[in-house]
């Protein structure tokens, strides 16, 4: 081949190859009209989709989730509960059967499709479980839109996880992930993953809802509200419209989110509250002596919104909802559902500071939480600990917030069942397990980070990913790009150890040794992961001396960090199990030596980490 040929050729691959990797995500647009029998838990349900395929491939078939359907005897989710035994999800069991096991048959979750056409063409459709399968009668060519038509009606199951009637609150319906949602199509593919309890994932989409029910009822959602006028509840000078039968239409609409949830009760009561450069905030609760709290936690939410704007991005969307409903606590597009009936204010915050901490990662950073639950559960719960020390200080005054998380995960390690964060979020045996592997290391995962490169730096990359990918769908190697890039540093070594094993740390103090001048100590790597280590001496005179001992791993060392100065000595390489270093401070001057004065490191044994001079 000649070189002219050669070079056109390289140019060409090199193009296709660029298209092929470049990034996409898919749009959706949904136009609903809901008429619910509250009498009967039931609604009859009618809407227009357009769906953009913005990726580079022709789609002949097209996924959508039917949550609801798992919510019966027999389902997927009760086989996969009853199956786990004690080991499974608390919530979803008693006495570890399957909750699901005895739903009665007439409050069995169900969502019945009557037909689903594509530009007004009758499709095919295959229901699995909680998937429905549909062959397209013309492709979805890349770059393109088509129409979906769809007729269907759903029973509100009984309130088992998330979504239901009657929870144990006394709320009527909490009808969350209740429609037939298109998957998410991506460099994956279809996101078609059953529903079994856990995690959801869903494309960027506009929402246009008309939910009709008895005018007695006040409803609260994830969005805005366009009619308050004509609803009860949301202004003191509405004159509620009905129908014949007396029947009020809430019409609610939202853009550019991942899903629409509501709730409706007859003794809700709505309030809200702006937050300086932030939403406004909505309260949706049955306020009596039970829900006390939500009026004292209001100054804190503000703060909360305030914290989280400035520490790791702004919320994009006009409003918030808390609202009283569900099991728990669940995230959703601008809302969450929580119990409502705290005993403490600081446990009531924790919730809401935890569920509205979701909207920055679950909703605008929209990982896909059923493959990588760690970075959605886990860094939310990163800003849990860091706001919530902010909230509440601690009264043993501390500069980590994360000493809890830390100690509760090396009691956790103890009992030997963990199990790897990479695995998908409804495939863990042990509810436990998934628990530690989605919140606890995902949340450790940020705190090693920024032991590894300095706070400084962690903050920085945080920053940066919130501005480079909100709105979009960023995976792990997302914001390992910027991490390395903003620290210079290379890190998949972590998260290869951190994520896809269940190796642990575990460094120690092996020998000292004093002279007149000086003091020699020898270090060990006792554990499986391999880390650059701090090491600090407080002197008799209550100085802190730090010494950082690189890794080499990283090729560039830690330059600051804000637990003080520090000198750097020679790196450690990850292949030597021992490492010793000369310090000009001889024994009359040393009152306390040790790794990680700051208590970040996620190291499993701390008895040989510490040493007093006496």
Not at 252 to 271: C, G, H, Q, S
Not at 358 to 368: D, F, G, L, T, V
Not at 375 to 383: A, P, Q
Not at 388 to 414: C, D, I, S, W
């Amino acid at each position: 081949m000649n070189k002219g040929l050669l070079v056109i050729f390289a140019f060409v691959f090199g193009m296709v190859s660029a298209q092929q990797n470049a990034y996409y995500q898919q749009y959706a647009k949904y136009k609903m009209d809901i008429d619910v029998d509250a009498e009967n838990f039931t609604y009859q349900g009618k809407q227009t989709l357009t769906y953009t395929n913005n990726s580079p491939d022709e789609l002949k078939v097209v996924y959508f989730h039917l949550y609801w359907n798992a919510f019966k005897a027999g389902s997927m989710m009760d086989q996969r509960v009853g199956g786990q035994g004690k080991n499974g999800d608390s919530r979803l069991q008693k006495d570890g059967i399957s909750r699901l096991a005895s739903i009665p048959k007439n409050e069995e979750g169900a969502q019945n499709i009557h037909w689903i056409k594509q530009n007004g063409k009758d499709l095919k459709f295959e229901i699995q479980e909680t998937i429905m399968k549909v062959q397209l009668a013309t492709p979805i060519k890349p770059n393109s839109s088509t129409t979906f038509t769809m007729d269907w009606d759903a029973v509100i199951p009984m309130q088992i996880r998330r979504a239901g009637r009657n929870n144990r609150e006394g709320i009527d319906m909490t009808v969350t992930q209740w429609y037939p949602k298109i998957a998410e199509y991506d460099y994956d593919g279809w996101a078609t993953f059953d529903y079994i309890g856990r995690e959801f994932h869903a494309p960027f989409a506009d929402f246009d809802v008309n939910i009709k029910i008895d005018k007695n009822y006040v409803v609260g959602a994830g969005g805005t509200l366009e009619n308050p006028l004509e609803v009860k509840g949301y202004d003191d000078k509405a004159n509620i419209k009905t129908d014949d039968k007396n029947k009020a239409t809430w019409h609610w609409t939202a853009k550019n989110m991942l899903d629409f949830a509501w709730a409706a009760d007859r003794d809700y009561t709505v309030e809200n509250f702006t937050v300086l450069d932030g939403p406004k905030v909505y309260y949706v609760y049955q306020k009596s002596e039970k829900t006390k709290l939500w009026e004292t936690s209001k100054p804190y939410l503000t703060q909360f919104f305030q914290l989280m704007n400035a520490t790791f991005g702004r919320y994009v969307y006009p409003s918030y909802s808390f609202i009283q409903g569900g099991d728990g606590g669940m995230e959703y597009g601008m809302c969450t559902m929580i119990l409502g009936e705290g005993t403490s204010l600081e446990g009531l915050l924790g919730l809401m500071v935890h569920e509205g901490g979701h909207s920055w990662n679950q909703q605008i950073m929209a990982y896909n939480e059923s493959m990588r639950p760690w970075m959605d559960e886990g860094f939310t719960s990163y800003y849990e600990s860091l706001i919530m020390h902010q909230l509440f200080p601690p009264k043993e005054a501390t500069a980590n917030p994360f000493v809890g998380t830390l100690n509760g995960y090396r009691n956790f390690v103890k009992r030997g069942i963990e199990e790897p964060a990479v695995w998908f979020g409804d495939h863990h045996d042990n509810g436990s397990a998934y628990s530690v592997a989605s919140y606890t290391k995902g949340e450790l995962f940020l705190v090693q980070l920024g032991y590894i490169m300095g706070e400084q730096n962690l903050s920085s990359t945080m920053k940066e990913f919130y501005q480079t990918w909100k709105l979009k769908h960023p995976t792990d190697r997302d914001l390992m790009h910027i991490a390395q890039k903003v620290s210079g540093m290379d890190l998949k070594w972590f998260q290869n150890y951190w994520i896809n094993t269940v190796k642990t740390i575990d460094y120690g103090i092996k020998d000292v040794k004093y002279d007149a001048t000086s003091t020699t100590i020898t270090l060990i790597n006792n554990g499986t992961v391999p880390m650059p280590i701090d090491f600090s001496i407080l002197t008799k005179d209550k100085k802190v001396v730090n010494y950082q001992i690189p890794l080499n791993m990283t090729h560039v060392w830690k330059s600051k960090d804000i637990y003080g100065d520090f000198t750097t000595l020679n790196y450690w390489p990850w292949t030597q199990k021992e490492y010793t270093f000369t310090i000009p401070y001889n024994k009359s001057q040393i009152s306390v030596l040790g790794i990680d004065f700051s208590q970040r490191l996620a190291d499993v044994n701390l008895a040989d980490n510490m040493v007093e001079v006496k």
